[in-house]
């Protein structure tokens, strides 16, 4: 089990896994369709929004808002064969994030792989990389509904701060707040 930098030698497996999910009917990542087109169009562009430590370059967030994005990286869980995907941003210089971004840790499994303790150990590996960014925390949310997720996220020493309100204009809903120390 290892957690992959994204590279074009290894593109067209977590581009085999979201088709996969897209053919067996899955809810898909909401960005599943926009990699796939673009790892035919340019993947060499592609990777490098994987790997982005300066940021800056426009995304679209909810509500199709443009917004400069926070510098992050992503790396893809690997056991044969590509489980799932994690991203870590952050803002230089404050452990603070926009009001859009819900928390400097995101991460997903495919539907097949769920269940076998493989988003806990995604989360232990990315925390393990995520020291050099000098956070004295780092900050999670799940949906009030995601019981799995707050699960990983306590075994990998979150702490639940608060429920809260996600603003409207950022797509609204209630929320759970953890917070993992990293120093």
């Not at 896994?17 to 993947?43: M, N, Q």
């Not at 991203?87 to 539907?111: D, N, S």
Request: proline fraction near 6%.
């Amino acid at each position: 089990m290892e957690l992959l930098k994204p590279s074009e030698s290894n593109l067209p497996l977590y581009v085999a896994a979201l088709e996969r999910e897209l053919e067996e009917g899955h809810e898909p990542f909401h960005y599943s369709l926009e990699i796939i087109e673009g790892a035919k169009k340019d993947p060499s562009a592609l990777i490098a929004t994987f790997d982005d430590p300066v940021g800056g370059r426009l995304i679209t967030v909810d509500a199709g808002m443009q917004r400069a994005a926070l510098p992050s990286f992503t790396r893809w869980l690997y056991d044969g064969e590509i489980c799932g995907s994690i991203q870590f941003r952050w803002k230089p210089g404050t452990v603070e994030l926009p009001p859009y971004c819900l928390g400097h840790i995101g991460y997903q499994i495919f539907p097949w792989k769920r269940g076998q303790g493989l988003a806990t150990k995604q989360l232990e590996l990315m925390l393990g990389l995520t020291h050099n960014i000098e956070l004295p925390y780092v900050e999670l949310t799940t949906t009030l509904a995601n019981v799995a997720s707050q699960k990983v996220i306590r075994k990998n020493g979150g702490v639940f701060i608060k429920e809260f309100e996600r603003a409207a204009e950022y797509g609204g809903g209630m929320y759970n707040l953890f917070r993992i120390d990293q120093s």
